[in-house]
């Protein structure tokens, strides 16, 4: 038989063509866009009527199974704007509090009952939580992306601001999940752009981001050196965009008024939006909002408009020089500014970022769809290769909480991802097994000041005198930028369990029901997942044993040879077909069929090391687990167990 | 007395190898045969991925030991070993290639960010020579240098101009300049001792370094 050898970590997936295709997807505050690459070059999908815009708006109408998304959305609002969801991406991982911080007439109502954890809303006469409302604009998403190429969409580079929480990145990945999309990377929206700027300018050198979206203002340092972007530093706020700029506007059309309902309230926000978006060009302009049966005439100048946001931007400003310090550089080493975000359209913005930087910033890509383009080469980079390679870092400070309220940080801002720190812990009373452990995230001294994401609850500690326990608690963020926190017992070596409680996102049994009730998650749709993942793993199996049999063939008969290549012939056949448990049983087969072969190469190398040596360095590498009878090296011994 | 550092617990220096051994006593996972040791990260017969092996963080940039390797030559070696290493490159393998290309990156990024850092730098060839104190040394012991840091810390307090800010910075440059200068000569001549002093200067100068920073962006802000 012909037997297919490749390099090692460049082995296609013969059923490539069959799996659904990967795209990147941009799910801003106000505005959502999918694109997909092929070979390098970007393309924003579009609909039927070229729009590459989805307006990230969700109408529940009582009585209706399925939301409407989009710009049908924004059609349903204009009658019933209480049964549309609009900047649903600030609530991400976020609880009742959060919400109240955010000041002003809410455009949300909020469902009476809050049981704790991520905010609930009460829309169309139904309780959603923000995932749930994201995953149906995600739905959306690939629903176009699936229109756009006649393929099956099944995976997805999506973006987050650089500057979103463990518990927003969380709930981010949960509403793929429950899109039905398998998340390939969370990326950082200016790391996205920067990609797609990078790529298309071949661009060197230390530059900026600056990415004003409706919701999130983040600033990236990056440098850009042959095909690595590497992220110096990043900050921003989460709760700071283009929607501030319209709250601001909407506040001044409604001076002094107290009596506005959460219909009004949204109105009067969309009028804001609109007038903002008729200043970039215009001087002037004059509008009107109804509230109640009354009508409020509005009129705005671009002098009164500047004044009324540059609060905002000199905010933006403040963070975009506290991050070049952080990244120990000074302004004039920066050797250009990108702009991302509708936001960045505003006159004033582009003005002050301009000023700060002293060069005119790059926007040559519509700042509405760089962070898709990004994200889509990503997912491209992800799924067929590429030469570049995005190193990102962690956006705010991990740390748990010590005595008296305060914050020990555990990981700091800035550094690399992904990361794993462990922080030891000990027992302050005799015989105590169990601790609890509060996580944060943030910058402040005290854990009132940042952001709580867990509290986690370390149990099965051998009980010991106080003090004496040493439990070693590793917290890791992985390139996603999530953390995972394991436990263990350094002197025992006995893994304590940890019990996660997300202070904000969904606990465990809530996904559960959630992916149970959604209808992505079809018995079908498993099925084929894990029959992807019964292949990848039987091609890299079947790679392993050809290396193996390229290297070592010597060390087997002819007939020893025949068989195992029978057997791994049968893996090849069954990769052909799509029956999963045909192929693990080959595998499994294969893995029987080869483990005298593996024991021989073992025995080889150990005897090829052995006879290379002088007899202390022999014992030296054998260590304590040496046979004390092996005296002569010549002898041949006996295979280590 | 002085608080040296604000981090309280020793630093993690090693990265720490998941399983694995030495090359000639543990079998690749995948392909169950010798690993080879012509890499640290993969098996030299199937290409897998390897859990990270204990070594040095030296070794695992493929670069010869010493004090303040020069920038570009570290990024270089950073950036080859990302390349080959980062999850990125294993998107779409099977899940413990990916657990291991992940374990590989912590450990390759915990290697940069050492090197990187003057200061963590020395101290980490201190704790390799197996002098690993200095790195839980939270008090200053040495008079001369409690004193210089008393007096530096009071003319921080009582600069209350940018000017006077930035004149202790320009100082605490020089001071910070001379100080990695000796330590290479330190360390290239094997003076572990004389090494150690000048790096506990060093950490004393970082500390103040920071404060000069918040202090500059507290007038700033105020201005």
Request: hydrophobic share 45%; proline share 5%; with cysteine.
């Amino acid at each position: 038989m012909l037997l297919q050898i490749h390099e090692p970590g460049q082995t296609p997936d013969p059923h490539e063509q069959d799996r659904g295709i990967a795209v990147g997807i941009d799910l801003g505050t106000t505005n959502s866009v999918v694109a997909l690459a092929r070979e390098g070059k970007p393309e924003v999908l579009r609909d039927a009527r070229g729009e590459a815009i989805v307006p990230s708006l969700a109408a529940y109408l009582p009585g209706e199974e399925d939301p409407i998304v989009g710009v049908m959305a924004r059609r349903v609002f204009l009658d019933e704007p209480e049964a549309v969801v609009s900047s649903v991406k600030r609530l991400m991982g976020r609880g009742v509090e959060d919400l109240k911080a955010l000041g002003g007439a809410l455009p949300y109502t909020l469902a009476a009952d809050q049981p704790g954890g991520m905010v609930r809303l009460a829309v169309g006469g139904r309780v959603l939580t923000p995932v749930e409302v994201s995953a149906d604009i995600l739905r959306a998403m690939k629903a176009r992306a699936e229109i756009a190429t006649g393929r099956r969409v099944d995976r997805a580079v999506i973006t987050v601001p650089a500057y979103f929480d463990d518990a927003a990145r969380t709930a981010t990945r949960d509403a793929a999940r429950l899109a039905g999309l398998e998340v390939l990377r969370l990326v950082n929206e200016p790391t996205a752009a920067a990609l797609a700027y990078g790529l298309d300018q071949g661009a060197e050198g230390l530059y900026a981001v600056y990415d004003l979206g409706g919701g999130t203002f983040d600033v990236s340092i990056l440098r850009l050196q042959k095909g690595v972007f590497q992220v110096l530093a990043t900050g921003g706020d989460a709760a700071l965009g283009g929607d501030d700029f319209d709250h601001a506007i909407a506040d001044h059309f409604l001076a002094g008024r107290s009596d506005i309902g959460s219909a009004a309230a949204q109105q009067a926000l969309a009028t804001a939006r609109l007038a903002k978006e008729c200043l970039t060009t215009q001087d002037a302009g004059s509008w009107w909002i109804d509230v109640g049966a009354e009508r409020i005439a509005c009129a705005l100048d671009r002098p009164t408009l500047e004044q009324l946001i540059r609060p905002l931007v000199q905010r933006t400003l403040e963070i975009a020089q506290s991050v070049i310090a952080d990244a120990r550089l000074e302004l004039d080493e920066i050797k250009g500014v990108v702009l991302v975000g509708g936001s960045t359209r505003v006159p004033l913005v582009r003005r002050s970022v301009e000023a700060l930087f002293g060069r005119p910033p790059l926007s040559d890509i519509d700042p509405d769809l760089v962070v898709a383009m990004g994200a889509a080469l990503q997912a491209e980079a992800l799924t067929v290769g590429s030469d570049t390679l995005l190193l990102d870092v962690l956006p705010l400070s991990l740390g748990i909480e010590t005595m008296g309220g305060l914050v020990e940080k555990v990981v700091e801002r800035n550094t690399p991802i992904p990361v794993a720190r462990a922080q030891e812990f000990t027992t302050f009373q005799d015989g105590q097994t169990a601790m609890a452990i509060h996580v944060v995230q943030g910058e402040r001294e005290t854990v009132d000041g940042n952001r709580s994401l867990a509290r986690f609850v370390l149990s099965g500690i051998p009980p010991m005198v106080a003090g004496a326990a040493r439990i070693a608690v590793t917290f890791a963020v992985d390139a996603d930028g999530l953390l995972t926190v394991s436990a263990r017992e350094a002197t025992t070596g006995v893994a304590a369990e940890t019990v996660v409680k997300p202070s904000y996102g969904l606990d465990p049994d809530q996904m559960a029901a959630m992916l149970r009730d959604s209808l992505e998650h079809a018995r079908e749709d498993m099925q084929r997942r894990l029959l992807i993942e019964s292949r990848v793993e039987a091609q890299r199996v079947l790679n392993a044993l050809m290396a193996a049999l390229a290297a070592d063939r010597a060390l087997l008969s002819a007939a020893e040879a025949a068989v195992l290549e029978a057997a791994a012939a049968q893996v090849t056949v069954a990769l052909g077909g799509s029956d999963r448990d045909r192929i693990t049983l080959a595998v499994e087969d294969l893995e029987r069929a080869s483990a005298t072969f593996a024991q021989r190469r073992m025995d080889a190398a150990f005897n090829a090391a052995l006879s290379g040596r002088r007899l202390d360095a022999v014992a030296e590498t054998l260590g304590a687990a040496a046979p004390s009878g092996i005296r002569d090296p010549a002898a041949s011994p006996a295979a280590p167990a | 007395m002085e608080q040296l550092a604000d981090n309280r617990s020793p630093p993690a220096w090693e990265g720490r190898a998941t399983g694995g051994g030495t090359a000639a006593s543990s079998p690749c996972w995948s392909c169950r045969g010798p690993v080879g040791d012509a890499d640290y990260a993969f098996c030299s017969t199937c290409g897998a991925v390897q859990p990270p092996l204990p070594i040095t963080h030296f070794q695992r940039l493929g670069l010869a030991s010493g004090f303040q390797i020069p920038r570009d030559q570290l990024d270089a070696a950073y950036f080859d070993q990302a390349r080959r290493l980062h999850p990125d490159r294993f998107a779409t393998r099977t899940p413990r290639e990916r657990q291991f290309s992940q374990a590989q990156a912590v450990s390759l990024n915990e290697a940069y960010e050492t090197l990187k850092d003057p200061l963590r730098c020395a101290l980490y060839l201190l704790t390799l020579a197996g002098r690993s104190s200095i790195a839980q040394e939270r008090t200053i012991r040495d008079p001369t240098l409690l004193m210089e840091a008393m007096e530096a810390r009071e003319a921080l307090e009582e600069a209350t101009d940018l000017a006077a800010v930035e004149a202790l910075a320009a100082r605490q440059r020089a001071d910070r300049d001379s100080c990695l200068a000796s330590l290479q000569q330190l360390f290239d001549a094997g003076d572990l001792d004389g090494a150690e002093a000048v790096t506990l200067r060093l950490t004393y100068l970082a500390k103040l370094g920071e404060d000069i920073r918040l202090r500059r962006m507290r007038l700033a802000m105020s201005a």
